[in-house]
């Protein structure tokens, strides 16, 4: 099946630091990646859409300058969490779409972001 | 907007009962699919519907697409252990980019052995 890795999986930094996270797919190629954000006991609520080659597309209220999203080639697209504050605090998911006739996408684990 | 509702919220069961959960959406779908996730882990598909009316197993999982194409259900028979974690319903984000999703709030599941 496809696979989606995410690196960290786990980040604990200090307030105003930037993070970066990886997302990869490992055996496919993926023109639109997605970044989710879950916070404890919620659902998985899309920030922005990473498209290869193009800038990426946030969802309302996601600031694109504090999470800079780059898709720089086929199998990756970064998250980076510019100065972080606590509040930015949570679950960061990526998952990369597999073009198909069912366009599916497929989860990475996951980054735990902790910001101090 | 979209909207998806998904129950029941948490179910607590015994081992070896049976479970339901189902989701319905605030207009038509043309894809339903489950997901379960782990504690600390990214959701990993289980089962992906296409058709009004499909029904689909996967082991002892089974969900259909609702024949109004506004609602879905997941069963899980003879539930163990492994089972507990977090089962989401999604479908197309209308609005959205292609493979756009919107997910459910999602059936906490605990299974006490």
């Known amino acids: 099946g496809a696979v989606v890795s995410q690196h960290p999986s786990r980040v604990i930094c200090k307030s105003g630091t930037s993070v970066k996270i990886e997302c990869r797919s490992l055996?496919?190629?993926?023109?639109?990646m997605f970044w989710y954000r879950q916070f404890p006991k919620q659902s998985l609520m899309l920030m922005a859409t990473?498209?290869?080659?193009?800038?990426?597309?946030?969802e309302q209220g996601v600031e694109k300058d504090k999470f800079l999203i780059n898709h720089a080639s086929l199998t990756l697209s970064t998250l980076t969490v510019t100065s972080a504050h606590p509040e930015d605090s949570s679950f960061y998911i990526c998952?990369?779409?597999?073009?198909?006739?069912?366009?599916?996408?497929?989860f990475g684990p996951g980054t735990r972001l902790t910001v101090l | 907007g979209q909207q998806l509702n998904q129950s029941p919220q948490s179910m607590f069961i015994q081992e070896g009962e049976d479970v339901s959960m189902n989701c319905t959406s605030s207009?038509?779908?043309?894809?339903w699919l489950w997901y379960k996730q782990d504690p600390g882990e990214g959701p990993v598909l289980l089962i992906a519907?296409?058709?009004?009316?499909e029904l689909t197993s996967n082991g002892r999982l089974t969900a259909q697409f609702g024949i109004t194409r506004k609602d879905s259900f997941l069963n899980i028979s003879a539930s163990i252990p492994s089972d507990v974690g977090i089962y989401f319903c999604?479908?197309?984000?209308?609005?959205?980019?292609?493979?756009?999703?919107?997910f459910g709030k999602g059936t906490k599941l605990s299974v006490k052995p």
């Open positions: 998952s990369a779409l597999l073009l198909s006739s069912y366009n599916e996408q497929f």
């Open positions: 055996d496919f190629q993926a023109t639109t």
């Open positions: 990473s498209n290869e080659g193009s800038k990426a597309t946030y």
């Open positions: 207009s038509i779908f043309n894809t």
């Open positions: 519907l296409y058709k009004a009316g």
């Open positions: 999604a479908g197309p984000n209308y609005g959205g980019s292609q493979g756009n999703l919107i």
